[in-house]
């Protein structure tokens, strides 16, 4: 048994909660003497005086019954050992303070080590399996190696047991982690899909109706071409030639949608002047708008040097003025504008068809965006060009919007960086 007198007896003063030991390493394991023996207290504190486990003192704190033990550990959660008393308050205070230490705060590492005054009153074996206790041990037996033998091997498993909690943590993380990245490509995959279902919905309906034109016409040609006047086989030519064109239209466009997404755009970005771009666009375009008495102005500065791609500039031209032509009414204008500040050019197309709704201004550059507006000539609407030109543009460090109300006619303007 350790007595007092085996050691100077100023070991009292260190009774305070978590007061360090006077060894020279910094307190680190945390343990708690609990029991309603002062003189307990004192002799265990002392033994502990010079006490170090890997390199670490301890902090021991005392406490004298259960009831003041469960108030204050929710607030120690790190606590290595428990010396506990058995006998307390109540005969098995002790015992009842395990099962909340296990239960209810459900605290599987600290190691508890039972003491005993009482010979006699030894748990069952059953308890102490179930309960997790490191160590059962008579007051009596408990010489200062004995003491200091004990503790150390429960330090020794509450330290293996931090060290593959730490390790459980960590794999844990990495397995939440893990999971939410699958979670999100799993989502992403599923969105791809969809889209790519809707994708395949919407080109097979586009080709089916001029594939369809397409063989009854050359079935008229091939098995009544006697029953028909030239001027007809002419016109059913000139209709398979606008199906085919139509088919090679939509699918071109796929091609670039899937390019586009697949592989980035490959652009060549160099110092162009934009002017000599978009009349040329322009030009075109007044050719093409004749059979609707639309016309195609221009007003423009003599130069305007963006840093662009040239075949993809004019792609994204090209796109917007068609579209102008597409859905203005016959007899309207429409105005390409080029204005420049310091660090940008803008080009604005405007025109004087039907205007776009908010809700139509949401959807305007999404893939297969046919809106409200149709086709005044019969042109053939396959919604991807605004898409591609959204993907264009950004990849030419630009920015493309539209600004229209409904009934007002629709500006589309894109703005590139500025050349010197
Ligand atoms: N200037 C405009 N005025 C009014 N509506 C427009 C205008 N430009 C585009 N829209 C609307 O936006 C939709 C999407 O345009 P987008 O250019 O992406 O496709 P599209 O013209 O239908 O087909 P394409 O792929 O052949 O260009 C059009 O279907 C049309 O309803
Ligand atoms: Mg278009």
């Known amino acids: 048994m350790i007595r007092l007198s085996d050691r100077q007896s100023d070991s009292l003063e260190l009774l305070d909660d978590f007061a ?5 390493h910094l307190p ?4 708690l003497i609990v029991d309603d023996d002062v003189e307990i207290h004192s002799v265990t504190r002392y033994a502990l005086t010079d006490y170090a486990f890997q390199g670490q003192g301890v902090a021991v704190t005392s406490l004298y019954s259960a009831r003041e033990t469960r108030e204050i550990l929710p607030a120690i959660p790190d606590v290595a050992v428990i010396l506990l008393d058995v006998v307390m308050e109540t005969a098995d205070a002790g015992l009842r303070l395990v099962e909340y230490i296990r239960n209810t705060l459900d605290n599987q590492f600290v190691r508890i080590i039972l003491r005993t005054g009482q010979p006699g009153e030894a748990p069952e074996f059953e308890v ?3 309960y997790d206790i490191n160590d059962y041990k008579s007051k009596t037996e408990l010489t200062n190696t004995k003491l200091l033998t004990a503790i150390t091997s429960s ?3 509450f330290s293996d047991i931090m060290e593959i909690e730490h390790y459980r943590q960590h794999l844990q993380h990495l397995v939440e982690e893990r999971t939410r990245q699958l979670h999100k490509q799993n989502e992403e995959l599923v969105a791809l899909n969809a889209e790519k279902n809707e994708f395949l919905g919407i ?5 089916k109706n001029p594939l ?4 009854s016409l050359s079935e008229m040609l091939l098995y009544s071409a006697d029953d028909l006047t030239d001027a007809y086989r002419q016109e059913f030519l000139h209709q398979i030639l606008a199906s085919s064109e139509r088919m090679f239209e939509l699918i071109t466009n796929l091609l670039d949608v899937n390019a ?3 592989q980035g755009i490959a652009l060549s970005i160099v110092r162009l002047d934009s002017v000599p771009i978009v009349r040329m666009i322009c030009d075109m375009y007044n050719t093409r708008a004749e059979a609707k008495q639309i016309r195609v102005l221009t007003e423009a500065p003599p130069e305007a040097l963006v840093h662009a791609d040239e075949l993809a500039m004019q792609q994204v031209i090209d796109n917007i003025v068609s579209n102008a032509v597409k859905y203005s009414p016959h007899g309207k204008n429409i105005t390409v504008r080029i204005t420049q500040n310091s660090t940008t050019v803008r080009i604005a197309v405007q025109d004087e068809g039907p205007g776009l709704s908010e809700e139509d201004k949401t959807k305007l550059f999404g893939k297969f965006a046919r809106l409200s507006a149709r086709p005044t000539g019969g042109e053939h609407s396959t919604g ?3 898409s591609i030109v959204k993907k264009m543009v950004e990849a030419m460090n630009g920015k493309v919007w539209c600004e229209s109300e409904l009934g007002k006619g629709a500006c589309f303007i894109v703005e590139l960086p500025r050349a010197e």
Do not use: V
């Not at 360090?20 to 020279?24: A, E, G, K, L, Y």
């Not at 680190?28 to 343990?31: D, L």
């Open 20 to 24: 360090p030991s006077t060894s020279p």
């Open 28 to 31: 680190g394991w945390k343990i």
């Open 128 to 130: 102490i399996r179930k």
């Open 155 to 157: 330090l020794r498993s």
């Open 203 to 207: 080109a097979a309906h586009d080709l």
């Open 212 to 215: 369809s034109g397409i063989k």
């Open 260 to 262: 586009i997404e697949q």
């Open 384 to 386: 991807l060009g605004l």
